[in-house]
């Protein structure tokens, strides 16, 4: 790790965008072996691809999973969800590069690709659990019940979008 630091501050050697950026990915999971997530996170916080079209939108994305798995250690779920989701948007532009369909899926299918985007998190699962999370809420502090299930319902309808709803007691 301290010879790749040293690379990488050398102003005399200057490295290809994609040997950069490989070089920090691997220097990021080393720290993150080690446990050392704050430096994962000073490491790889201001990374980005240059502006344009980046040389490997593949290795970002990856760097930015590591970065949301530290940010997650750290209890930084905010920063790690908008890690994961660009980190699964640079992913899924590698992939668009792509020409041949076969190729294109081969490259998705792959086990670690397959792995990283199955993390990212898709609206409406989180709008779903944070509605979940407020009807919780609700069931705890509301002592009327019409109120309860007027707000439930309410929740609910937010959740799912939609324009009219009820609920069926027996």
């Not at 905010?78 to 899924?92: S, V």
């Not at 532009?93 to 792509?98: F, G, Q």
Request: glycine share 6%.
């Amino acid at each position: 790790l301290e010879e790749a630091s040293a690379l990488l501050a050398t102003e005399s050697i200057v490295l290809p965008e994609a040997g950069r950026a490989g070089l920090l990915l691997q220097m990021a999971l080393a720290h993150t072996k080690l446990g050392h997530h704050n430096d994962v996170v000073s490491l790889l916080r201001d990374v980005a691809p240059s502006h344009g079209v980046p040389v490997v939108p593949h290795v970002f994305g990856k760097m930015q999973f590591v970065l949301a798995d530290a940010s997650t250690a750290l209890g930084r779920t905010d920063e790690a969800r908008a890690c994961r989701i660009k980190g699964g948007e640079l992913i899924q532009l590698a992939a668009s590069r792509i020409e041949d369909p076969d190729w294109r899926r081969d490259f998705l299918d792959q086990p670690m690709i397959r792995k990283l985007l199955a993390t990212v998190p898709k609206e409406s699962e989180t709008k779903r659990i944070e509605a979940l999370y407020d009807m919780i809420r609700a069931l705890n502090s509301e002592d009327n019940p019409e109120a309860l299930l007027e707000s439930s319902l309410q929740m609910a309808m937010q959740a799912v979008d939609a324009e009219r709803g009820m609920i069926l007691l027996s």
